[in-house]
């Protein structure tokens, strides 16, 4: 196998000698594509020690310079977008549209970044005491990483690395081994864009490097986006280790429908933010609230047709609303879950088991899938499915509704749809969820806003992107200065005071 993929350490490819591989997989195809090296704790100790060489040079680089970085950074992805989502597409699976958004709604978290010369210019009060100053600076953390899930191979590093490294930092990005190439992509054209060498590497590898990560002394910081059962590990052991950690887990998203909803929206809305990317997105709907019996039986009648035809192909196929799923670990692992689901009472409407693609036998697809009559004690609503599943769990009416999404345990994103904006309002008022649509069923925060579930959807106080990233990769400095200096003579003892 000659497709290695490899670190990215000091500005340039490294491939280690030995060392265990990962096979990596096309999904389309059940293919082996390439094989990811899975560093070690001492490769990791290389790579920090080139991170931390680079530190000092580039937080004192002006920060107007490090924006320009960013502004030709910006130019070099969208020229490349294309090639960027081919390659998530091959490792992913993603149709090549979907990718290509991806990729688009990075590039936000990139534009935000080159604003950097304003969010970082900190805060001054004069005359604070008699010939006293004061300000407040943002200054960088030093070293600090990023570890990252399958499922946006593009889009959720740059939810990280653009504003770290805006700020001063230096980073080190851990993919997620299941698709680890696009990383490789992106630190090439970042040193195109002229970013010194050190300041952005990448380390491959899986649970031996993130524990690694974890306990370094010399990273200061660890974003993470994944599973919740590993986000709240992630959060415990760098918080134990005196990190500052934010660690994004999973979601289960529920769509409020109700009656006077315009369904040809409502429909619409479900069938690309639940079968969308084979419904592995964290902000995928995964389970239709109709509220009412009318309600919830319309949405069925048109719901089932449109599942049985949805179109399943290989990225390149310009017809499929939907490729294959990233393993076929994880495949196996959906198909259980609908078989638990059928065996404990729900009523599976459009069964996907079963689908092949001619020409793509061995590719690791499913159908879309579609349940009603879903109650909240059984697996496929506990258990985030990340698959192309819709879970319909019918309320009696509103308040059924908020106390079904309040009784979950994520509270990543919701949606409601409806025609009354008093009922709209009291929802978005309410509901215990970090982001709400409302007539929007996939509500990811624009690159100037900042995303973040709430409960189990995320450990640790800062949401990612956007402001608040800037307050997670900065800690700040308060200097009070007095000139012209000693006015006064001979030692204070009382507490200083404005008198
Ligand atoms: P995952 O938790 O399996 O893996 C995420 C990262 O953690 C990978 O880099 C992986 O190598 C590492 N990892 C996995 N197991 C580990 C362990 N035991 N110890 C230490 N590190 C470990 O997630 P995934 O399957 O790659 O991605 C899908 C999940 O991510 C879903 O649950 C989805 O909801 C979630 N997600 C959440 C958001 C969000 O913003 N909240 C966004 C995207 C994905």
Request: hydrophobic share 40%; aromatic share 8%; net charge negative.
């Amino acid at each position: 196998m000659s497709n290695i993929i490899g670190n990215y350490v000091g500005g340039s490819t490294v491939k280690l000698n030995g060392g265990a591989l990962q096979d990596v997989f096309n999904p389309s195809t059940g293919e082996v594509s390439g094989q990811v090296q899975l560093s070690t704790s001492e490769d990791l100790d290389e790579v920090v020690e080139v991170a931390k060489g680079a530190v000092s040079e580039w937080s004192r680089t002006p920060v107007g310079m490090r924006a320009q970085v960013m502004f030709r950074f910006k130019r070099l992805l969208e020229e490349n977008a294309d090639r960027i989502a081919s390659t998530i597409s091959s490792e992913h699976g993603k149709t090549h549209d979907d990718a290509l958004g991806e990729v688009t709604r990075g590039l936000e978290a990139v534009d935000f970044a080159c604003g950097i010369p304003h969010l970082m210019k900190g805060t001054f009060s004069e005359q604070v005491a008699r010939s006293i100053d004061m300000y407040s600076i943002p200054q960088a953390l030093g070293v600090v990483a990023g570890i990252t899930p399958f499922n946006f191979p593009a889009m959720v590093p740059m939810w990280m690395f653009p504003n770290a490294i805006a700020c001063g930092n230096t980073f080190i990005l851990k993919p997620s081994e299941r698709d680890p190439s696009v990383s490789l992509i992106i630190a090439d054209l970042f040193k195109q864009a002229g970013l010194p060498d050190g300041v952005f590497n990448v380390i491959q590898g899986d649970k031996v490097v993130v524990d690694a990560i974890l306990d370094h002394p010399d990273i200061a910081a660890v974003s993470f986006v994944g599973s919740t059962p590993v986000a709240k590990y992630i959060y415990s052991r760098g918080a134990s280790s005196g990190k500052r950690v934010q660690a994004l887990g999973g979601a289960k998203n529920h769509m409020v429908i109700m009656p006077d909803a315009n369904m040809d929206q409502v429909v619409d809305a479900l069938m690309g933010a639940g079968y969308g990317s084979a419904g592995e997105r964290c902000m995928a709907v995964a389970v239709p609230v109709p509220v009412g019996k009318q309600v919830a039986d319309n949405l069925m009648d048109r719901m089932v047709p449109l599942v049985e035809e949805l179109p399943v192909g290989p990225p390149d196929d310009s017809k499929a609303a939907m490729g294959p799923i990233i393993t076929r670990q994880s495949l196996e692992r959906i198909t259980s879950l609908l078989q638990s689901g059928v065996d404990q009472g729900a009523a599976l409407l459009v069964d996907g088991r079963d689908l092949t693609v001619p020409g793509f036998e061995k590719g690791f697809f499913i159908g879309g899938s579609l349940f009603d009559q879903v109650k909240p004690e059984m697996d496929i609503y506990k258990e985030e499915i990340f698959g192309p599943v819709l879970s319909t769990v019918r309320a009696d009416d509103y308040e059924d509704a908020i106390n079904l999404i309040h009784g979950n345990p994520h509270g990543n994103g919701v949606a409601i749809f409806t025609r009354d904006g008093d009922a709209a309002r009291d929802f978005a008022s309410r509901i215990e969820v970090g982001m709400v649509g409302i007539n929007v069923p996939i509500p990811v925060p624009v690159g100037y806003h900042s995303f973040g579930g709430w409960k189990q959807s995320l450990f640790g106080t800062h949401h990612i992107y956007g402001p608040e990233t800037i307050h997670f990769y900065t800690r700040l400095k308060a200097i009070t200065s007095r000139w012209p200096a000693g006015i006064k003579s001979g030692a204070q003892y009382n507490f200083p005071t404005m008198n």
